[in-house]
């Protein structure tokens, strides 16, 4: 086996510190001169340069400020009786097949995982490349759900992934497999790369510069869709997967969108979680501000933070009393236009112009959640 878990790493106690600052490198510690020549190797294949520690005091100092620590399977139990500060992103690497007593050091270490070369060396590639973005920020995410059927939740969420890509890279994340495609709606349905079909039995840790270059993408804006119908996968991706994919997007990207499915099941349950706001999208009529109020029970059993568009009608209610009926924030509201569909058909995309409704309605979400440099706002 390529990495292998530490059993008990998931609850291991004390403080772990956040990726190092940009600028610093990774740290590896080992003594074993085979083993830093095949380090050294795949650190050179992902572009990034290594802090070299041949003893447990030089380790010991750098420690806490590295992106990410590499222990030498050799450094293991040295270096684990000395109980260093508890942090994230510490591996132990060493020449597979490792021995039983080295997992042991990397329990005592805190460590995720062991890495048993060369069966690993892809995975440490990415890992090592992730590093090298410069302990990257987790982008921000928005979760986009409708609250009935056709409330226009996928357009909404093109439309947010589009605006955002016009300042920074976005990624658009389908996880609504009976959904209109966002591939599609987007005009990307013939650009080549990556879709679910793909990615569904990925194993692993994804890295983020692979995810979003395998990806169709255009002006900024990577998609993950379905694919065309009758084209698409006969499974769906598990829980893990799905998290890992958001996690290698919210790495690589600045701004991620994700396009949830109404039905929250254990998919976009745990995906909803992990988005900083969940965008309740709802059109004006009783009976769709009746349904959205079935899934915004749902919603907020899974997220704390949900906020509300309205898509109105001539004859509706107001954007204020559905938020009211909702008990939810209006974020924007925006009318139906027959134009938009007809953009889609002749695959334009729903925002051809960033002075229509759609595009200023996705413009008002973007600046109530993101500064000016696209970060969430406290």
Request: a negative charge; proline letters at 8%; charged letters at 20%.
């Amino acid at each position: 086996m390529s990495h292998r878990p530490v059993p008990s790493a998931a609850n291991r106690t004390g403080p772990s510190g956040p990726p190092g600052p940009v600028g610093i490198r990774p740290l590896l510690a080992t003594c074993d001169e085979e083993l830093l020549g095949d380090v050294l190797r795949l650190a050179a294949a992902a572009g990034v340069q290594l802090d070299v520690a041949h003893d447990p005091g030089s380790a010991a100092r750098a420690w806490a400020g590295a992106p990410v620590v590499l222990v030498g399977a050799d450094q293991a139990a040295t270096l684990g009786e000395r109980r260093p500060a508890r942090r994230d992103a510490v591996h132990v690497v060493g020449r597979g097949p490792v021995d039983d007593p080295v997992f042991r050091s990397a329990l005592a270490l805190g460590a995720r995982e062991v890495l048993e070369l060369p069966d690993a060396d892809a995975w440490l590639v990415e890992l090592l490349a992730d590093a090298a973005d410069g302990g990257r920020t987790v982008a921000p995410t928005l979760g986009v759900v409708a609250g009935s059927g056709g409330a226009g939740a996928s357009t909404f969420a093109a439309a947010l992934a589009l605006g955002a890509a016009r300042a920074a890279p976005a990624l658009l994340l389908d996880l609504d497999p009976w959904g209109p495609g966002l591939d599609q709606l987007v005009g990307f349905e013939e650009l080549p790369g990556v879709r679910w079909d793909g990615l569904v039995g990925a194993e692993g840790r994804l890295g983020s510069r692979s995810l979003r270059a395998a990806l169709p993408q255009r002006d900024g804006l990577a998609v993950l869709a379905w694919g065309p119908a009758g084209a698409g996968t006969t499974s769906l991706p598990t829980a893990g997967v799905a998290v890992e994919v958001l996690s290698a997007a919210q790495r690589g990207s600045d701004v991620v969108v994700v396009d949830l499915p109404r039905a929250l099941d254990q998919v976009a349950t745990e995906t909803a979680a992990r988005c900083d706001v969940v965008v309740l999208v709802c059109e004006s009529s009783v009976p769709s501000v009746a349904a959205a109020g079935k899934v915004a029970a749902h919603l907020r059993r899974a997220h704390s933070e949900i906020g509300l568009v309205v898509r109105t009608t001539a004859t509706s209610l107001g954007p204020d009393q559905v938020a009211e009926a909702l008990d939810l924030p209006l974020l924007a509201h925006y009318p139906t236009r027959r134009r938009v569909a007809e953009q889609v058909d002749l695959g334009l995309g729903p925002v051809r112009s960033p002075r229509s409704p759609l595009a200023r309605a996705a413009r008002e979400v973007l600046a109530g959640l993101l500064d000016d440099s696209g970060r969430r706002r406290p």
